[in-house]
Nanobody, 127 residues
Framework: QVQLVESGGGSVEAGGSLKLSCVVSMTKFASYSSYSMGWFRQPPGKGREGVASIRYDGSLTDYRDAVKGRFTISQDKGKKTLYLLMNSLKPEDTATYYC?????????????????WGQGTQVTVST
């Protein structure tokens, strides 16, 4: 089994920065390096959308257009931790942010390929 726990959310003014973390726990039979990882978000009253994704080997990343140049996805395989650095935050970035893991090639901003999800962390950006 794989468990994901996000942290790092909070309230920030527009133009500010936050760094989200997602710690991955798994049984000894699973390998973190086998999983492509993604960050998703769900704005208030809207559906969940893909934000950033990284291939299982870290060789490739992808971002939704709205966050390109502002957000950076990264990971520390030794710590089994996924990160999302968010700079130049805008009010429209306000959402609950989720991390996800899936045994697929990646990167992928669609929800379907992901098998495991965290509970989410709230990010609120004020004007």
């Amino acid at each position: 089994q794989v468990q994901l726990v996000e942290s790092g959310g909070g309230s920030v003014e527009a133009g500010g920065s936050l760094k989200l973390s997602c710690v991955v726990s798994m049984t000894k039979f699973a390998s973190y390096s086998s999983y492509s990882m993604g960050w998703f978000r769900q704005p208030p009253g809207k559906g969940r959308e893909g934000v950033a994704s990284i291939r299982y080997d870290g060789s490739l990343t992808d971002y939704r257009d709205a966050v390109k140049g502002r957000f950076t996805i990264s990971q520390d395989k030794g710590k089994k931790t996924l990160y999302l650095l968010m700079n130049s935050l805008k009010p429209e970035d306000t959402a609950t942010y989720y991390c996800a893991a899936g045994r697929h090639l990646g990167p992928d901003l669609r929800e379907d390929p992901y098998e495991y999800w965290g509970q989410g962390t709230q990010v609120t950006v004020s004007t």
